[in-house]
């Protein structure tokens, strides 16, 4: 491993590059900032070696852009793209991004938005429940939506005009962009065609390996390739919140017990890893690679917080009844798999070049174990009686909506994989119990601010 080679006093230097290209996959001139592409280049050769080496990561980096090849072994929801203002992407914003892509690759230097657009709006017509109309105001946004995404990581530079003034009125408004080629490349470069495709799954890491069952078939068993198993166990180190045993099968619960598996991970990711019978957690202290912040700020990641203490409170109190237990929920990536393969548009699809279907589940069967359930109605009344406490410090938008309110904290908190969501209930994970005890501190207010208050008063002050 390289980074065992380089000094201690170029370590940190070393380990910002690791998580600046973990965290982004593409790195160019100006995105995520303009120091990241000459970091990532000074650190080129040992970062190759040892992505490849740990995660069977490849990383390409040229003059102007630094791409990450990662390897997917599940399917993760809670990790859309999102919008300048951070809204997440709907499906049409998806189909609008990957239709514009294709249109900046037939393109020259330059293109119009409106040009742009009527390309994406002449694609969109040949693919059934997609459609691009200049015409309707919520199209143009989702299509400016898109383009902005494109524009924030590079692959198109606005060089005259205004893309919102378009949204606003299209013949009114204009905006010309420059389209640097080689980022609209590095962007689009699937490990397999996708006309090649029948299910999502054959983009899953693994996918090969079900392909060859044939051997199996005839008697013979598949040897074990322990190095891609370590590798598997790597990867979702650096890729989940918490890695837990109950998700692993033995041969990774193996790998996840060796002390090198996450003490290479902490040397280079400079992650610190939080051990416990339950599982594995990479705590990023520098703030740098996670994509969420917990504890974080805003009102929903602080009610988040709060009921994170309540939960725990709830499943430890001695003095109430033992909750009932129930293993934890794993069909739903599979269930997202059906999504997905559901909008595949079966008609482009080239059937003497397509394989099976991958029909076996891209999970290893995980180890049964049982968790306490907290049910739906002590969490509503638990966040309600949140907003009586605390409530004059929260967005003023959740203040008469505390329902709302306990439904996206408990989003975050599943995203955290701190709960799993049941049919009447949350599960209270492992992880859940290192929020235990929070500390509630209210900062007061003077009357002469109070005067100005804001529409989102966020003031309150949450720690654990």
Not at 143 to 156: E, H, N
Not at 336 to 354: T, Y
């Amino acid at each position: 491993m390289k980074a065992r080679e380089i000094s201690p006093l170029a370590l940190d230097s070393y380990q910002r590059a690791a998580r600046v290209i973990l965290s982004n996959h593409l790195v160019t001139q100006t995105y995520p900032d303009r120091i990241a592409l000459p970091l990532l280049r000074r650190w080129a050769t040992e970062l190759r070696d040892d992505l490849m080496t740990l995660f069977g990561y490849r990383l390409e980096v040229t003059e102007t852009t630094a791409r990450l090849f990662t390897v997917s072994d599940r399917l993760d929801a809670g990790t859309p793209a999102k919008t300048a203002t951070d809204r997440t992407f709907d499906r049409y914003r998806y189909a609008y991004l990957a239709l514009a892509l294709a249109a900046l690759g037939r393109a020259g230097n330059q293109i119009t938005l409106s040009e742009l657009a009527d390309h994406v709006a002449a694609d969109a017509a040949q693919v059934d429940g997609v459609d691009l109309s200049t015409e309707r105001a919520s199209d143009r946004d989702a299509f400016v939506d898109a383009v902005g995404w494109l524009a924030a990581r590079g692959a198109i530079a606005l060089a005259d005009g205004d893309a919102g003034g378009w949204a606003a009125n299209p013949d009114a408004g204009e905006a010309l962009y420059d389209i640097d080629r080689s980022v609209v490349i590095a962007l689009f470069r699937p490990s397999r065609a996708l006309q090649h495709l029948r299910s999502i799954r054959g983009l899953l890491a693994g996918a090969d390996a079900v392909a060859d069952d044939d051997t199996a078939e005839s008697g013979s068993t598949r040897p074990v390739d322990v190095k891609e198993t370590a590798r598997r166990v790597r990867r979702a180190l650096v890729e989940r919140p918490v890695v837990y045993a109950a998700d692993l099968d033995d041969r990774e619960l193996v790998q996840l017990a060796l002390p090198r598996t996450a003490a290479d991970v902490e040397l280079l990711t400079g992650l610190v890893a939080e051990r416990r019978e339950e599982g594995v957690a990479m705590i990023d202290t520098s703030g740098r690679l996670s994509d969420i912040r917990f504890p974080g700020t805003g009102t929903v990641a602080q009610v988040a917080l709060l009921l994170a203490g309540e939960i725990a409170d709830r499943v430890l109190d001695p003095d109430l009844p033992e909750p009932t237990r129930i293993p934890s929920p794993h069909n739903r990536v599979d269930h997202l798999i059906e999504q997905v393969d559901s909008a595949v548009p079966q008609s482009g699809i080239f059937d003497s070049l397509a394989g099976h279907d991958y029909a076996e589940p891209a999970d290893p069967a995980p180890t049964e174990r049982v968790f306490p359930v907290v049910e739906d109605e002590w969490i509503t009344d638990t966040v309600r009686t949140l907003t009586d406490r605390f409530g004059r410090t929260f967005a003023a938008g959740w203040q008469a909506d505390p329902d709302g309110l306990g439904r996206a904290a408990l989003v975050l908190l599943e995203r955290l994989r701190l709960t799993a969501a049941v049919p009447g209930g949350v599960l209270a994970l492992p992880a859940l119990a290192r929020y235990r005890g929070v500390v509630v501190t209210i900062r007061d207010r003077t009357p002469e601010i109070d005067l100005f208050q804001s529409s989102a008063n966020d003031s309150e002050e949450v720690t654990a």
